[in-house]
């Protein structure tokens, strides 16, 4: 048994004289959870609808689980979980009801139904609404129903377009610990974000595009590392300000590291060369140091760095 | 993978989910959409509209029915019924298919619900067929309220023992009339990703449209008009037969059951000319079409506009982008 995958091959897709995507060439493999990055009008949208069969590509293929979307949309569809452009639900229908319609028309067996409904709704925590009806719901409700329509048949390869759209800052927070959950479990997730914290807090890897074109795809951490002038960097969080002048030579002392700013009084960004292991030695002798270090972690900013660097070029 | 493979943890994806088939799907989405047709508010005004037209016909008997220019239609069952449930009964058809089919694709796209079972392992047109049958059925409800005003009536005036077996024939062809109908309802809401399209284009075609094109070409063109779909209609009320015999007057039985339409009614005008110059007190009940079809021509009429706008819908269908 091979591992979810999602392919798509020289995938285009023109309106009219318009090209929305260009010769998208991608392969997702294994479970992962992979974001999809790019400004508005890049053709995320249009790639994903093709991925799921919902419009068609002037040119090229895509395939879930090697299964070609176009050709077989019954039996590629049967193994994803799909959330596009936030559709609506009847309005007459309860969570409850449209959960079952998805669950009949998916060959979710009868005895599963229940404890998968209440599963999904637990966690996108809207069990107490389950016997409501549509019409009533806010933006946010209704999406977070959607999402839990994605998941209900418990698919191996789950893709959203903008899970987070119309949620609240606790919804946001749910979806990570959703997308996290999946990851455990061994699915792939291909999700479109804006969210730049929500793709670095749990995507593996990243797929830029602008203007229908693929800038990059690889692994978060390279990117981080390959595009931020090429050094990796990392931002100290100290319990107290740095003292004197002394204190940061010490640190830009230390092996490897090739600069060092101080960007508050208690936080530093260091930049360094050399891989893991020159990073874990540069982490032990900064706490030597004694100079209070509470946190280590990589810059919230650096993906967004990289992103407005990478779309800039474009222009 | 296969189903004896022992599960480990995490289990694989969908383990325990196998997808039905299409047929399968169909009857599953004709439920949903059915349920959804009934409790919209929609069935609900048409319901309201179709208890009106019966209230009034029933005003109107009840007041009139002595009155020279109704007592022809209550004089026999068979003009009663003829008249009343075969003139209307087409009205309350193309009412019901329009509600129910003149954005049934279209309101997908607008209302945004078509990307929710875009997203579900299920054909296109398992889509089209499910929301089809679901809306035939919808609108088969609606008749049948219809019909029940109507054999209310009849039943008031003529007795319950005075059901002519015609409206067997004349149910059958209401049925075929709506199949026929509702296919070309659905396909014109196919072509439109927007309701009031959908519903605007459908209303005008067949309130007034197809009867214009009926008069064009029967009177103008003088031709059968044969590829009217609302001409066909009228075998819904002409297999009663309710036309009256030119010399006595008296209503007689001529149903033409064959493929070939009529110029004027079945034992109308045409056949007057053999009447002795004092008789014929009325030549016809229906001062209605110049051509009458017959009950076989009828069906083919029907059941080849079925044949084409379904075909034709459900390959624009599948071609359809949820762009
Ligand atoms: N049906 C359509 N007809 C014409 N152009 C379209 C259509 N759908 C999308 N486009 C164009 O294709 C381009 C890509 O759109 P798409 O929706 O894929 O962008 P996106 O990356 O999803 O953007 P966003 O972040 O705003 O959701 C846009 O320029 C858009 O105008
Ligand atoms: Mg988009």
Redesign the pocket.
């Known amino acids: 048994m091979t591992g979810p995958s999602i392919e798509c091959v020289q995938l285009t897709k023109n309106?009219g004289t318009?090209t929305?995507l260009s010769r998208l060439d991608l392969k997702l493999e294994g479970a992962k959870c992979v974001g999809f990055l790019?400004?508005?009008?890049?053709?995320?949208?249009?790639a994903l609808k093709m991925l799921t069969d919902m419009i068609f590509p002037s040119s090229g293929e895509c395939f879930i689980n090697g299964i070609n979307v176009r050709e077989e949309r019954k039996k590629a569809l049967a193994e994803a979980g799909v959330l596009i452009e936030s559709p609506e639900i009847y309005p007459s229908l309860t969570p409850r009801q449209a959960l079952e319609m998805v669950c009949d028309l998916r060959g979710v067996p009868p005895e599963h139904r229940r404890d998968r409904i209440e599963e999904v709704l637990s966690e996108v925590k809207m069990q107490d609404w389950v016997d409501k009806r549509f019409g009533k719901f806010s933006k946010g409700m209704k999406q977070r129903i959607n999402i839990a329509a994605a998941l209900v048949h418990d698919p191996g390869v789950v893709i959203l377009d903008?899970p987070a759209t119309g949620l609240d800052p606790r919804g946001m927070a749910e979806v990570r610990d959703i997308v996290r959950g999946l990851k455990r479990r061994n699915r792939l997730i291909f999700m479109?974000s804006?969210i730049l914290q929500e793709v670095t807090d749990v995507c593996d890897e990243v797929a830029l595009i602008d203007k229908g074109k693929l800038l990059f795809y690889d692994t978060l951490s390279n990117v981080t590392s390959k595009f931020a002038d090429g050094a990796p960097t990392i931002d100290v969080g100290l319990s107290r300000p740095l003292g004197d002048e002394k204190v940061l030579k010490q640190v830009e002392g230390l092996t490897g590291v090739t600069s060092c700013v101080l960007l508050e009084p208690k936080r530093l960004r260091l930049k360094f060369k050399g891989g893991p292991t020159a990073q874990e030695q540069l982490l032990a002798s900064l706490v030597e140091l004694k100079i209070g270090v509470i946190t280590l972690s990589e810059p919230e900013s650096a993906l967004e760095e990289i992103y407005l660097k990478q779309i800039s070029k474009g222009d | 993978m296969s189903e004896t493979e022992v599960e480990t943890k995490p289990e694989p994806a969908g383990s325990h989910s196998h997808v039905p088939g299409s047929f399968q799907q169909i009857l599953k989405l004709t439920r949903a959409q059915f349920q959804e047709y009934l409790s919209s508010r929609r069935f609900v005004i048409l319901l309201g509209i179709v208890a009106m037209i019966g209230l009034i016909i029933t005003v109107v008997i009840g007041a009139f029915h002595d009155r020279a220019f109704l007592q022809a239609l209550v004089s026999s069952p068979l003009a009663f019924y003829g008249s009343f449930w075969g003139g209307a009964a087409s009205f309350v058809i193309v009412l019901s298919a329009v509600f129910f089919g003149g954005d049934a694709i279209a309101g997908e796209f607008q209302n945004k619900t078509g990307y929710f079972l875009m997203g579900l392992p299920i054909r296109r047109t398992t889509i089209y067929v499910g929301k089809y049958i679901a809306a035939l059925l919808a609108s088969i409800c609606v008749l049948i309220v219809f019909f029940l005003i109507i054999l209310a009536n009849g039943v008031y005036y003529f007795g319950g023992d005075a059901l002519p077996w015609q409206f067997g024939p004349s149910l059958l062809l209401s049925i075929i009339y709506l199949v026929a109908v509702l296919s070309t309802t659905f396909l014109f809401s196919s072509l439109f990703k927007t309701s009031a399209y959908g519903f605007v284009l459908t209303a005008v075609l067949f309130i007034i449209g197809f009867s214009l094109l009926q008069d064009v070409v029967q009177s103008i063109l003088d031709y059968q008009p044969w590829m009217v779909i609302s001409y066909a209609s009228s075998a819904i009320g002409g297999v009663f037969g309710t036309a009256t015999d030119p010399c006595t007057g008296a209503v007689i039985n001529t149903i033409n059951w064959g493929l070939n339409g009529i110029y004027g009614i079945p034992g109308g005008p045409a056949a007057r000319a053999g009447c002795p110059a004092t008789g014929g007190p009325r030549e016809a009940l229906l001062s209605g079409p110049t051509w009458t079809p017959g009950i076989a021509e009828a069906v083919v009429i029907m059941v080849g506009y079925f044949v084409i706008t379904s075909i034709v819908g459900l390959l624009s269908f599948e071609r359809e982008e949820f762009?």
């Open positions: 309106f318009f929305a790019g400004p508005n009008g890049a053709g995320k949208t249009t903008e479109s804006h | 762009a």
